[in-house]
């Protein structure tokens, strides 16, 4: 397996944990040591750009990286990227043998930034526990200059999915078995991912291209879905279509107005006190995707508030998330 490290890989830690953690417990019950993935620092087993070289849409485009870490001095890292020049993909290897069902993790951040490590690393490594690859997404950002803005985090997922595939003899991924997981404004980028992963939006650099984007099973975890105003979270649609959007651009980057017959098993969850993002957006795409006869389960949790992600659920109704989207990716033969 080969890499390119670049600044995602190298601002990683560099100390490796075998992570031990079970997604539950004997008796069924949420494993309460999930939350110590949050401290065990591995760096993934590589990180890839996405593009060969300046990404779609980035000539003449000025984006200085930074990476910040909001976590406690001592605890677990809490960093997110802004100003996102290279997006990456930095895999995490699982140590079952053979090709692996894989799932591309896709952290939030308003569209204003990538959460990486709360909504990213961490997820990985624990999807990795239950013996599946993962694969974390760093997209860019829509409003930091680049042409097509709005659809520049989509380009990104597309790639991403469509190097999977490319890369699958080479990194064990069983290609017929790719899922998503996408968290609050990853949400709806997994979401768009999930209606449009067939939308032409770039013009293609490699044979890769040539390959399918769309996911085989889609997780949004409390997913920013609709565009409308009385529903979005105004800092996501702000930075997706800037401040006056018309009501077609509204319609198109709202997935639940998309949905297609045929689309892929969607896992939802989310928090009903979530004061962020509304519980609202889950439910009208949890309706959306049953009115065309999707499979879909969702589970509303009675308060978690926004972005808990594993590390601030234990303890709370949406502690058992894990172990609910597990056996959900085992009967549909993920796990």
């Not at 997209?139 to 097509?148: S, V």
């Not at 404004?185 to 979401?191: I, N, R, T, Y």
């Not at 098993?265 to 928090?271: G, K, M, V």
Request: neutral net charge.
């Amino acid at each position: 397996m080969t890499f390119t490290l670049n600044r995602r890989g190298l601002a990683l830690a560099a100390v490796a944990g075998t992570v031990l953690a079970r997604s539950a417990k004997a008796d069924g019950s949420p494993a309460t040591d999930l939350v110590q993935l949050s401290r065990q620092r591995r760096d993934p087993d590589g990180v890839l750009p996405l593009w060969p070289g300046t990404p779609p849409g980035g000539e003449g485009v000025a984006v200085k990286d930074v990476v910040t870490d909001h976590g406690p001095v001592g605890g677990p890292p809490d960093r997110s990227a802004d100003g996102v020049s290279t997006p990456t993909l930095a895999f995490f290897r699982s140590a079952s043998p053979g090709p692996r069902a894989t799932i591309l993790v896709i952290p939030g951040g308003g569209y204003s930034s990538v959460w990486f490590d709360k909504e990213g690393d961490e997820i990985a490594r624990w999807l990795n526990t239950t013996g599946l690859h993962a694969a974390v997404l760093t997209y860019r950002l829509p409003a930091e200059g680049w042409k097509n803005g709005a659809d520049v985090p989509l380009q990104d997922a597309q790639r991403a999915m469509r190097l999977l595939r490319a890369k699958a003899k080479a990194w064990a991924v069983d290609g017929g078995r790719i899922g998503i997981i996408g968290f609050s404004a990853g949400g709806h980028l997994a979401a768009s991912l999930l209606t449009r992963h067939d939308a032409a939006v770039y013009t293609a650099v490699d044979e890769a291209d040539k390959l399918p984007a769309g996911p085989q099973l889609a997780c949004l975890a409390y997913p920013v879905i609709s565009m409308d105003e009385s529903l979005t979270h105004p800092g996501s649609r702000q930075h997706l279509l800037g401040n006056s959007p018309s009501a077609e651009q509204v319609r198109a980057y709202s997935p639940d107005q998309i949905v297609r017959t045929g689309a892929c098993p969607t896992f939802l969850f989310h928090a009903a006190d979530d004061d962020a993002v509304p519980v609202g957006n889950s439910l009208a795409m949890f309706q959306a995707l049953r009115r065309q006869n999707v499979a879909t389960e969702m589970h509303i949790f009675e308060s978690g508030g926004h972005g808990f992600a594993i590390r601030d659920t234990p303890g709370r109704p949406a502690e058992p998330w894990p172990d609910l989207y597990r056996r959900w990716l085992s009967r549909h033969g993920f796990v």
